[in-house]
């Protein structure tokens, strides 16, 4: 009997250029996607499907930049994606976009598809900053892009915006959001900077040239957080903001522990309490997908304790908090100390972040464990 | 082999002044040992004694010397350790002595622990003859050496043997002095057994093996014999001769050095200074000098990882077979958990014993601040003494605190004098002596507080001298002083591995000191914490660490939710070595780094 899966995700490890900050797994230019490739996203697709019962509510494509793939590529990915599995049910399907990766006819093409939700990776409108991000689009660039998506129907837009770079200011960022907020976005993910491994930006933190500040870290995330709710958005997890019933239906599933399939080069998947990674080599992975091999690595089979943890460490993280029951009794004490202090608050059996507690997360999901 | 044939000797000297060497001269021209039975003999030394160059425990040796007068003598060479902390022991050995070799280094002259041996072996009125090794170095100045020995130690300068052990000068002439100048062992009064214990070791297969020298009477195997001091009975199961490995003889006389094997399990039952004695015709009095010995420093030691505590155990059992003046009692420590209350003979005693639970017993441990034993007058007129500041009583029932004081003999280039005089001064010493040695050096003879060179004195003393300097000590007796308990405060709770006992005057400092400290290894909290520093109820240093601001990762997408948990894992791990004080949780690592860098 196979499993009903209703997240689909794909990863296209693709970029123009490597961004300095991003662990991700993916490759810059000289290597960017061949119908092999497209090929092999399908025939793992088709592999995992005998096991599978993929009916998905949501697709998210990721990457990498999924809006690098030219439109032929496009073209195949799409229409392989149709023929194996009923898309009538999806009722959210993201693409993460760059500016300068797409035309008007790629956006169109987008649509045409089945896409209805795009993220766009602006990460910064000050130009310095894009400069320190190895970014290569102008803020002018960034503008035109969101156009273009607008022009090609796209009514769930969503954009990325990084803060607390080293460099950049109160008001650079304050600047970020203003622009930000004049495309009147309806979805955006903030996100702190972080040292990400195997990144040069790593390398240039352990070298001392990028510092971290954890009193800027707050100042720009309290900010952040104050200027948003302002402007009619919900908070609904730490890094996300949204216009009502604008909220990312994929990314929530992740957070409320639902399975998922991940498909393509380094995407994880989650099964009926097993977890595995594809083979996070594109050459590897393409020609053993291709031949018809599994490409699971980094097999996990989770345990009872496993989810518990996960669960809390994620669901926490969300407007809808986490159930009291994930708690162990023996961290009630913790539990009646975090809420005493206004760290957290307790809401029919469930334990939510106060706004005090949001940006302490991590270090109060510890004393929770 | 007549009482009149025997001499027994020892040989003292300041470290690197070559006694080894000389040893090693004199065994192979009596043809006691061949260079190569040397060679392996030292390779099988404990690491730790050769680093350091001192010799914790090695046996003595018997040799046979033909005279230039035309008789064959047997020489005992009797080793000491090189250190204060054994003066004890070294005072045992000694005694089993009739005389002593000091060792002077040529070119560097008479140092400070030069004087601190000479005035041990002055106690036993041995018979010092001198050497001044090291003559083949060009920097060697004779001259200076002997004026060095009459003005420094009141020995007439020509009495000075050159010699160079290295090159084999001289090495005939200390021979011919040690049977000419040592007297022979005093003939009995009579012949009722009384035989010195100047040292021990544990064997695994054999138990314990005493080292003896017998002052009258007659030992053998099977008789019973009595142990002074325990007043316990043991049966003879071997006596014998180092010559240098143990060799069963059938007995042991007068003026003989030797070793005894009983039915002893542990070094606890054998005493250094007891007297061996017949168990059926016991002698009347024991040997003079027996002294129990007790810890004059304590330290509490504690395994890093709290499931080391067992093993632990264990090898303080192990190491205290080997070595009876460590004490050791298990105690408990809110903020490092189990671990045990350590007693040591004085600094390198508990340096060597915190070096070998590492390296032989492959332990991770980390030790609290090393204390002295306090002696206190109650207000009720009740005489107490504190090795732990946990113990001490509340200041208003405290009439005196008295606490052990040191003699120090340090020398140094007259470059440094006024630096060492504030240092001396910094550690609440007092310089009562300055004398000149030569052009270029003196010697300082101070009072200092023992706890005051617990820690960093020496290593401060050898910096600012550049390493020329030297120092030893000998303890002095008790002195009353203005000391108090200060506790460490963190969030309102004190700390019990960070009390001290301190002088009044330097606790502020201290504190401020401590607070930094912690401040500088507890990691940022949900809540402010407050390190406070605090005599009695009295807050004297303070420090506070600000809540954390933001800890949250930004992203937790699919990809990433197996790394939140290794992550959560990590800190649901942590909190189990997390020790709570109030709403804060500390990582036993803070303490524990504390402690290590202080």
Sequence with gaps: MSTLVRRLYLHVPFCARECPYCGFYKHTPGRLASTDFIDALLAEL????????????????????????????????????????????????????????????????????????????????????????????????????????????????????????????????????????????????????????????????????????????????LETLNRLETSGFIH?????????????????????????????????????????????????????????????????????????????????RTIEGAPESLVKPSAAEEVALLVAEGFLKRRERRLLLTRRGMPLVDSIVGRLV | MSLELTRNFSIIAHIDHGKTTLSDRLLEFTQTITMRQRQDQLLDAMDLERERGITIKAHPVTMLYPAQDGKTYKLNLLDTPGHVDFSYEVSRSLAACEGALLLVDAAQGVEAQTVANLHLANQQKLHVVPVINKVDLPAADLPKVRRQLEEILAIPGEDG????????????????????????????????????????????????????????????????????????????????????????????????????????????????????????????????????????????????????????????????????????????SAALGFGFRCGFLGLLHMEIVQERLRREYNMDVISTYPGVVYEITKTNGEEITVDNPCYLPEPQEIQEIREPMVKAFILIPNDYIGEMMQLVMEKRGEVTITETLDDNRVMLTCGLPLNEILVDFNDRLKSLTRGYGSMDYEYDGYQAANLVKMDMLIAGEPVDAFATIVHREKAESRGRHLAAKLKEVIPQQLFVVAIQAAIGGKIIARESISAMRKDVTAKCY????????????????????????????IPQEAFIKVLKTD
Excluded at chain 1, 282 to 306: F, I, K, M, P, Q
Excluded at chain 2, 568 to 574: A, C, Y
């Design chain 2, 161 to 332: 043997i050159p010699a160079s052990a290295k090159m084999g000068i001289g090495i005939e002439d200390i021979l011919e002095a040690i049977v000419s100048r040592i007297p022979h062992p005093e003939v009995p009064q009579d012949n009722v057994l009384r035989a010195l214990v100047f040292d021990s070791v544990f064997d695994t297969y054999r138990g314990v093996v005493s080292y003896v020298r017998l002052m009258s009477g007659s030992i053998k195997r099977g008789v019973q014999i009595r142990m002074f001091s325990t007043n316990k009975t043991y049966e003879v199961k071997e006596v014998g001769v180092f010559t240098p490995k143990m060799t069963a003889r059938d007995v042991l006389e007068p003026g003989d050095v030797g070793y005894l094997i009983a039915n002893m399990k542990s070094s606890t039952e054998v005493k250094i200074g007891d007297t061996v004695t017949d168990a059926q015709r016991p002698c009347i009095e024991a040997l003079p000098g027996f002294k129990e010995i007790h810890p004059m420093v304590f330290s509490g030691i504690y395994p890093v990882s709290s499931e080391d505590f067992e093993q632990l155990k264990l090898a303080m059992g192990k190491l205290q077979i080997n070595d009876a003046a460590f004490s050791y009692q298990a105690e408990s």
């Design chain 1, 46 to 221: 088709s592999l995992r499907l005998e096991t599978v019962q993929m009916i998905p509510e949501s697709i998210f494509m990721g990457g990498g930049t999924p809006s690098l793939l030219s439109r032929s590529h496009w073209l195949r990915l799409a229409s392989g994606l149709a023929d194996r599995i009923d898309l009538a049910a999806v009722r959210e399907w993201t693409l993460e976009a760059n500016p300068r990766t797409f035309d008007a006819a790629k956006a169109e093409a987008f649509r045409a598809a089945g896409v209805n939700r795009v993220s766009l990776g602006v990460q910064s409108w000050a130009p310095r900053t894009l400069a320190t991000l190895g970014r290569d689009h102008t803020p002018d660039q960034a503008r035109e892009a969101w156009r273009m998506l607008r022009g090609a129907g796209f009514n769930n837009l969503s954009l990325d915006l990084m803060f607390s770079i080293p460099g950049e200011t109160a008001e650079e960022w304050q600047q970020s959001l203003d622009e930000t907020l004049a495309l009147t976005p309806d979805h955006l993910s903030c996100y702190n900077l972080t040292y990400e491994e195997d990144t040069a930006f790593l390398t240039r933190h352990l070298a001392g040239e990028l510092d971290v500040d954890p009193d800027r870290d707050a100042d720009r995330y």
């Design chain 1, 236 to 316: 609904y997890e730490v890094s996300n903001w949204a216009r009502p019933g604008k909220e990312s239906r994929h990314n929530a599933a992740y957070w409320r522990g639902e399975d998922y399939l991940g498909i393509g080069p380094g995407a994880v998947s989650t099964i009926n309490g097993q977890r595995w990674k594809t083979l996070p080599d594109t050459a590897a992975y393409t020609r053993a997908a291709l031949s018809g091999e599994n490409v699971r690595t980094e097999v996990e089979d989770l345990t009872a304790e496993d989810l518990r943890l996960e669960a809390l460490g994620t669901r926490l």
């Design chain 2, 558 to 585: 699919g990809g990433d939710i197996s790394r939140k948990r290794k992550l959560l894992e990590k800190q649901k791990e942590g909190k189990k070595k997390m020790k709570a004080i109030g709403k804060i949780n």
